[in-house]
T-cell receptor, first 114, second 114 residues
Framework: GAVVSQHPSWVICKSGTSVKIECRSLDFQATTMFWYRQFPKQSLMLMATSNEGSKATYEQGVEKDKFLINHASLTLSTLTVTSAHPEDSSFYIC??????????FGPGTRLTVL | KQEVTQIPAALSVPEGENLVLNCSFTDSAIYNLQWFRQDPGKGLTSLLLIQSSQREQTSGRLNASLDKSSGRSTLYIAASQPGDSATYLCAVRADSGSARQLTFGSGTQLTVLP
């Protein structure tokens, strides 16, 4: 099956710093990429949807200036958490999709903000 | 707005038992329904996908059913094993919209005791 990678797999940072998470589709070109956030013992909540070369569409309640999404190519999307605070600590999962193939999920990135 | 509910939230069974996980959704206008497995701190593994026109799908010891009109799906696991211990997520895909977004349930945490 198609493979989606994320880097880093975990990150610890100080409050106020920015953190970038990369999501790559390794063996296919993704027309759409999704970013999800998952708090402990809760489900995945969609944060935003992005198509290559266009601005991301954010879900209600997600601050676009805080969670910057760049979808520069058909195989790479980045999520930057700007001025991170402890409440941003969560498990971030990306997903890449292509209509003819389906939707595939990355292994997730654990963010801990001290 | 689609809402997906999974019952029970947690389940503990002895090895060898057959078990059923339940998923319900509020909007029956779905494109498909998917069951995932998530191990602690990991991403998602797709188990079964049922198209809206289908009633069930089987893979090995797993059988998923879909009753679209009543907004329900079940995941049946036969002869459970300790390796089946994980969180099982149900997700429905919208029938419309450019990205046909997935909406996830909060999951059932399964523990199979040896």
């Amino acid at each position: 099956g198609a493979v989606v990678s994320q880097h880093p797999s975990w990150v610890i940072c100080k409050s106020g710093t920015s953190v970038k998470i990369e999501c790559r589709s390794l063996d296919f070109q993704a027309t759409t990429m999704f970013w999800y956030r998952q708090f402990p013992k809760q489900s995945l909540m969609l944060m935003a949807t992005s198509n290559e070369g266009s601005k991301a569409t954010y879900e209600q309640g997600v601050e676009k200036d805080k969670f910057l999404i760049n979808h520069a190519s058909l195989t790479l999307s980045t999520l930057t958490v700007t001025s991170a605070h402890p409440e941003d600590s969560s498990f971030y999962i990306c997903s890449a999709s292509r209509p003819s193939l389906g939707q595939f999920f990355g292994p997730g990135t654990r963010l801990t903000v001290l | 707005k689609q809402e997906v509910t999974q019952i029970p939230a947690a389940l503990s069974v002895p090895e060898g038992e057959n078990l059923v996980l339940n998923c319900s959704f509020t909007d029956s206008a779905i494109y498909n329904l998917q069951w995932f497995r998530q191990d602690p701190g990991k991403g998602l593994t797709s188990l079964l996908l049922i198209q809206s026109s289908q009633r069930e799908q089987t893979s090995g010891r797993l059988n998923a059913s879909l009753d679209k009109s009543s907004g329900r799906s079940t995941l049946y696991i036969a002869a459970s094993q300790p390796g089946d211990s994980a969180t099982y997520l149900c997700a429905v895909r919208a029938d419309s919209g450019s990205a046909r977004q997935l909406t996830f349930g909060s999951g059932t945490q399964l523990t199979v005791l040896p």
